[in-house]
């Protein structure tokens, strides 16, 4: 492996903003009340402030991603890592705002509330997002920190 420079924070932040608009899939780590694990990828969207994601109620992310009020989401491999520690709250199909259903179906062509009632969306707020690629930008990697931007 080849070390390199370390980017600043502020090449960080326009990283980590970059794949929030372009990429289309996020890894979403939740955990019920007993500390069972549950990780999936599933579509997403970025309005500016928040991820939207949507998946069923009934199944363990949805209820997990519900009840917890957290969840960790990821992109890339060792070598190009996002971190993101965000707040979550759900709504029924129902109760969505209008603005994040234009968002996700311009980005993934999708209305999940045409699929099923059991379909809810979540808004994960960041609270810590952390980008690095490779051990030698782990000092630093916080871009985000308590909601706030750090550049």
């Known amino acids: 492996m080849t070390i390199t420079e370390s980017r600043t924070l502020e090449q960080r932040k326009r990283d980590v903003l970059t794949r929030l608009e372009r990429e289309?899939?996020?890894?979403?780590?939740?955990a019920d009340a007993d500390g069972l694990p549950c990780l999936v990828a599933l579509w997403f969207v970025?309005?500016?402030e928040s991820?939207?994601?949507s998946t069923r109620i009934t199944n363990p992310t949805g209820r997990n991603l519900r009840d917890g009020g957290r969840t960790r989401l990821a992109f890339g491999d060792t070598q190009d890592v996002v971190l993101i520690d965000g707040d979550v709250r759900t709504?029924?199909?129902e109760d969505?705002?209008?603005a994040a259903i234009d968002v996700f179906l311009a980005k993934t062509g999708w209305d999940p509330r045409r699929d099923s009632a059991s379909y809810?969306?979540?808004q994960v707020r960041p609270r810590t997002v952390?980008?690095?690629?490779?051990?030698?930008?782990?000092?630093?990697r916080h871009?985000?920190?308590d909601g706030v931007w750090a550049v």
Do not use: C, K, N
């Open 130 to 140: 952390q980008a690095l690629h490779g051990e030698h930008e782990m000092r630093g």
């Open 24 to 30: 289309t899939d996020i890894w979403v780590a939740s």
């Open 120 to 122: 809810a969306f979540f």
């Open 91 to 93: 709504y029924g199909g």
């Open 51 to 53: 991820v939207w994601l």
């Open 46 to 48: 970025w309005d500016g």
């Open 143 to 145: 871009v985000m920190q």
């Open 96 to 98: 969505v705002p209008p």
